[in-house]
């Protein structure tokens, strides 16, 4: 693997599983020192450090819960100091709380929206000053699919992640002008925890809708990912890449 990203220091929310832990371990892969964070699972995020080392990379976990901004707020610090800057920031950590409308708690709405939304927010408040105090920086947000189609059950998800897509826009319209580059990626559906738990049936449909007519494993997506934080994404900015296998290119 080429060591594209060598000395950049990179901070990947949400690495104790999924398609956090493949950035975290592609881009330690790549030469970065990674910092990822998690919110329980502690043993997980171990063991992405286990594979960052095994690829040849150095890792770090924290634990950091994104819906306490102090927490957010020291671990950026902590990863400044310690590391003397910040390079990379990838905004991955998510939720979901599906329920149809009429049956969603109040909380529901909120956690999902305060976890997805408004941590990314928490992240990149902190992280922007030494991003931009240096005029350089790359933030990748972890979106999805359903900020572009409405999904019955996740009234709560599709608004944290369309938010989430015009909040990278606006971060890159504010961010460009001080060399700090934001993109967001839209996965599809991903093997991952999340979607392990979607019944069999909806599982089998949502394959039949794939062009590549399965779901996406979570090393194409962090493949794109360390595409879009590495130099050769430099021109690339407040875009959102869709990675789905085709899910949204076809009507079907
Ligand atoms: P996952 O396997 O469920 O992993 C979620 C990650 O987020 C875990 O590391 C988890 O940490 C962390 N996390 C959750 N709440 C947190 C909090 N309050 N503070 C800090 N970390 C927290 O999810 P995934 O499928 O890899 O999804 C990753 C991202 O991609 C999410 O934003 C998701 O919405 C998005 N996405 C996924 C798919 C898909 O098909 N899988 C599709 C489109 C978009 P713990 O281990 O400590 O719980």
């Known amino acids: 693997m080429e060591r594209n990203l060598e000395g950049r220091v990179a901070l990947v929310t949400g690495g104790s599983r999924g398609i956090g832990r493949a950035v975290a371990v592609e881009l330690a892969g790549r030469g970065a020192r990674v910092t990822l964070t998690y919110a329980r699972g502690e043993e997980e995020a171990a063991r992405t450090v286990e594979l960052a080392g095994q690829r040849g990379g150095v890792a770090q976990a924290r634990m950091c819960d994104q819906r306490d901004s ?3 707020e020291e671990l950026v610090s902590e990863v400044v100091e310690g590391q003397g800057g910040l390079d990379i920031l990838v905004l991955n950590a998510g939720v979901t709380k599906d329920q149809y409308l009429m049956l969603m708690a109040d909380d529901d709405f909120d956690r999902v929206i305060d976890t ?3 941590g990314a927010f928490r992240f990149a408040k902190a992280a ?3 991003m931009m105090m240096r005029r350089s920086g790359a933030i990748v947000t972890v979106s999805s699919v359903a900020a572009l189609f409405g999904v019955a059950g996740q009234v709560n998800y599709c608004a944290s992640k369309g938010g989430l897509v015009a909040m990278t826009r606006a971060l890159a319209a504010e961010l460009a002008p001080k060399g700090v580059r934001v993109n967001a990626v839209l996965p599809g559906f991903v093997e991952t925890d999340m979607t392990a738990k979607l019944p069999r049936q909806v599982k089998r449909q949502s394959a039949e809708r ?3 007519g399965r779901f996406g494993k979570v090393e194409e997506v962090a493949g794109v990912v360390s595409f879009l ?6 021109y690339i900015i407040g875009q959102s890449i869709v990675v789905d296998g085709g899910l949204t290119s076809t009507v079907s």
Do not use: G
Request: overall charge negative; glycine content about 0%.
């Open 70 to 72: 102090e927490a957010v």
């Open 116 to 118: 997805n939304l408004t």
């Open 128 to 130: 922007c000053r030494p």
């Open 210 to 212: 794939i062009l590549l």
């Open 229 to 234: 934080v590495s130099d050769a994404a430099s």
